[in-house]
């Protein structure tokens, strides 16, 4: 029996004796501070290894209060030397924008299941420190503190960045709305003249085609037969000629001299051929008529145009169709 209640009142003794082993702690690093600056406070909360340890939420403690939490810095810890204690410290970054005298409450940390309370600190938060009331009367105010008129509030100007932060979405719809106005437009007024939505892109006429239809208009309007047009005549039957030897051998020839374009009509076509001597024939009389106002005869005027008819009709570019192949050839 002796031996049970010994037992008994050790356990109550080192019960006892972890209780009063952990403490916690407030400090602030100064008590007098000028307002609006900032002061330190430091909690820190000294346990037996093992226990959790909660500290105070400071923004709500001070949520009716003068007191402001401005930050929290980063929390330390401390083991002993037999690693039977740590010791956890929080620094809180405070200040007060009132010039009076500031309690800072007893804060409560939770450790397991117990809540310990730290001892309640006072901070005199002033307009100016370091300086007395003798020395404050003799500043001549008037000469360090000027007094200006109030002025009006000035519009800063816009920038990009916020004007399309503002109207971004009304300028995406306003052009969605035109672009499909557009496209409707575009869509009744193709409708409206019976032409189809989109319009239908028509294969290039041949080349032969063209100088064919062109040279017999020419000789429907029969200009060689008008003395003071023989050099009209001449102008537009060398350029129809051109034209077609540009289109069908895809090579430039408008620029160019009668002599260069024949020389150039030379890698295609056999300057042997009937056709390439009665196009020479062709350019070499309408220099002479362009150049030198020679007035040829009806007969040669006749035949130069038949010489372009023929220089076409053989050498124009003939599709046939054989085993599903195209083949091009020289007529």
């Not at 008994?8 to 009063?20: A, D, N």
């Amino acid at each position: 029996m002796k031996y049970l209640e010994f037992k008994i009142f050790v356990l109550i003794i080192l019960s006892s004796y972890c209780v009063k082993a952990q403490t916690v702690n407030a400090v602030l690093d100064s008590s007098v501070v000028e307002f609006a600056n900032p002061v330190r406070l430091k909690v820190s909360a000294t346990v037996t290894s093992g226990n959790k340890t909660y500290f105070p939420n400071l923004k709500e403690l001070f949520k009716n209060s003068p007191l402001e939490l401005l930050s929290e810095l980063k929390p330390d810890t401390s083991v002993s030397q037999d690693r039977k204690m740590v010791t956890f410290t929080h620094t809180y970054v405070i200040t007060s924008f009132k010039d009076t005298l500031l309690y800072v409450p007893r804060l409560p940390i939770r450790i397991g299941k117990d809540t310990l309370y730290t001892d309640s600190l006072s901070i005199a938060f002033t307009l100016l420190q370091n300086i007395d009331s003798t020395f404050l009367s003799e500043i001549d105010t008037t000469k360090i503190m000027k007094v200006f008129d109030i002025k009006d509030v000035k519009n800063a100007p816009w920038t990009f960045q916020e004007f399309w932060a503002r109207f971004s979405k009304l300028i995406l719809i306003l052009l969605i709305v035109a672009v499909l106005a557009s496209v409707l437009t575009y869509m009744y007024i193709r409708w409206k003249n019976n032409k189809p939505i989109l319009p239908v892109i028509k294969p290039k006429e041949p080349a032969d085609k063209t100088a064919l239809r062109e040279l017999e208009k020419l000789k429907e309007e029969k200009l060689w037969q008008q003395q003071e047009r023989t050099k009209e005549y001449y102008s537009r039957l060398t350029e129809i000629l051109k034209r077609y030897i540009s289109d069908r051998y895809s090579t430039s020839v408008m620029e160019l001299t009668s002599m260069e374009t024949l020389e150039k009509l030379a890698d295609f076509v056999d300057p042997k051929d009937d056709c390439y001597q009665g196009l020479r024939f062709v350019f070499s009389i309408a220099d002479f008529v362009k150049f030198a106002k020679m007035q040829p005869l009806l007969n040669e005027n006749e035949k130069a145009l038949t010489n372009a008819f023929d220089f076409v009709e053989k050498t124009k570019k003939v599709v046939v169709e054989s085993e599903n192949k195209e083949e091009e050839k020289n007529v």
